[in-house]
């Protein structure tokens, strides 16, 4: 089964996207992510002003048969939380890229995202995931 | 043959989110599984059991020789009727854990998928060869379907040329669904009132087409393998692997009543009179968290922050909004309204120690 991703995102080997918008990311969990997730429960994000580093336990996802850590696709101060997602988790599943991002970030370093994905990367990755 | 269900291409058209399940490819889940699970509770679920092994043994001597094997006590039963109940090795642990159906001429075992290839062995060695027992592997030339939920005996009555609402639960009857010869059982691993049909793989595809249309009818649906752990969780039911395994015995996982000791052999019996007669060191429980984390197979139990067992089977259960775990811990532990707690990601958070089933489904009062 296919799904969305977005070619201007940058990506995690575990399933969260980074969306860059002038030194300001946007983290979020793929539509594949979401896909196996089937249905959220609870979700646990970083307060604001936590540092978060890259690679680095951030939260988690609880779903009903399964728990997956959220890692931080980059390192930075958490400027926004998307508390709409925590209180109505459903959001995330029916509209990852849109209304069910997870947290904002003040990108501290640029030179990181070489080590993300790129949508056609994460494409195979998944794709290798599946089999 | 290939372990394939008969619906696997009725199940990927269906858009099911389909998993490797020991070699089967079964559905996961076709839609939300709390959807699915809600469902079965309140209107009718219809579960794809292809995967389920299915062995019947025939020969004159076949009830004295499952008799040697099963705890349950296969002599005194009558035919029609069904038995739970486990095959131990010599130490009382579960080598699976399986119904028996008897029938005029032979008697159907009903096994775990993951345990089809440990249990033909396990039956063989012990067959012994001046006997007049055969034993034949029927997993895939009969598949199994189960009809589930307060709305499932309004659809098998309404499908077979026989109403099966005279059934007692753990009874079968053999009549036809759609002119084709089914086995029906009233059991099932939901904790509802419901049903087990076992077919010839050939009219499968046909049978479930007919049993969906009826089901839908009531707002029933089709569920997948993750729905069907979560309704086994919450009616507190054992899954091998779990809570019970080779190295675990009915005794310690609470469920000696399926051990018929007063037969005078069987394998494991004096290992598992023994354990009955000392304090065994541990005892399966249900954990009711008290905050809304969620206990996960493997997550550390502790008592004052030491452990002291481990959760076996886990999740939030969407029918009571709660989250729930089994596990093994000490039996001076395992006390109803014992306060425990589960380790989660390097944190403790307390549980009570609850009766199972976690969930019970309201019996229709007698009109």
């Known amino acids: 089964m296919s799904h969305e991703i977005p070619e201007d995102l940058f990506y995690t080997e575990s399933h969260e996207y980074l969306q860059v918008d002038d030194g300001t990311g946007t983290i979020g969990l793929t539509a594949y992510a979401c896909s196996e997730l089937n249905e959220i429960i609870y979700l646990e994000l970083p307060e604001e002003a936590a540092e978060l580093r890259q690679g680095e336990p951030m939260g988690s996802v609880e779903a009903v048969k399964a728990v997956f850590d959220l890692n931080s696709p980059c390192s930075g101060e958490v400027i926004e939380v998307n508390n709409q997602a925590v209180e109505n988790p459903q959001i995330v599943i029916d509209d990852p890229y849109g209304e069910g991002w997870l947290v904002k970030v003040k990108i501290d370093d640029p030179d990181e995202l070489d080590a993300l994905m790129t949508s056609d990367d994460y494409e195979v990755h998944c794709a290798k995931e599946a089999h | ?367």
Not at chain 2, 176 to 202: A, M, P, Q
Not at chain 2, 334 to 350: A, C, D, F, Y
């Open chain 2, 1 to 367: 043959m290939e372990r394939e269900s008969p619906l696997l291409s009725w199940h990927r058209g269906a858009g099911a989110k389909m998993v490797d399940f020991h070699g089967w490819q079964m559905p996961l889940s076709y839609g939300r599984i709390s959807e699915e699970i809600a469902a079965t509770r309140g209107r009718v679920g219809l579960f794809d059991l292809s995967h389920m092994g299915r062995i019947q043994i025939r020969g004159a001597d076949r009830v004295a020789y499952l008799d040697r094997l099963f705890t349950g006590h296969v002599a005194e039963m009558q035919e029609g009727q069904v038995k739970y109940g486990f095959l131990c090795n010599e130490s009382g642990g579960v080598i699976d854990d399986i119904t028996v159906y008897c029938q005029e001429d032979y008697l159907l075992l009903v096994v775990n998928a993951a345990n089809l290839d440990a249990v033909l062995p396990w039956l063989e060695r012990h067959r012994d060869p001046a006997e007049s027992v055969r034993i034949e592997d029927k997993t895939i030339g009969l598949s199994m379907f189960a009809v589930q939920g307060p709305e499932a005996i309004g659809i098998m009555d309404q499908l077979s040329s026989q109403r099966v609402s005279d059934l007692k639960y753990y009874t079968f009857t053999l009549t036809r669904v759609l002119g084709n010869l089914c086995l029906i059982s009233r059991t099932g691993y939901t904790g509802e009132d419901g049903f087990e049909i076992y077919l010839g793989r050939t009219n499968a595809e046909a049978i479930w087409a007919a049993l969906l249309r009826a089901a839908e009818h009531v707002g029933g649906v089709p569920v997948g393998l993750a729905a069907r752990d979560t309704l086994r969780l919450e009616a507190g039911f054992p899954l091998h692997g779990q809570e019970l395994s080779p190295k675990i015995s009915p005794i310690e996982a609470g469920l000696e009543k399926f051990v018929a000791f007063e037969k005078r052999q069987f394998i494991g019996r004096s290992r598992l009179l023994d354990s009955t007669n000392s304090d065994i060191s541990v005892r399966l429980v249900g954990l009711e968290m008290i905050g809304q984390a969620i206990p996960r197979t493997g997550y550390p139990i502790c008592h004052h922050g030491v452990e002291c067992g481990r959760v076996t089977s886990g999740g939030f259960s969407p029918t009571l909004g709660k989250a729930i775990g089994m596990g093994f811990v000490e039996q001076m532990l395992s006390n109803v309204g014992q306060v425990l707690e589960v380790r989660i990601r390097g944190k403790q958070h307390p549980a009570n120690v609850v009766r199972r089933p976690f969930y019970k489904r309201k019996k229709k009062s007698a009109s």
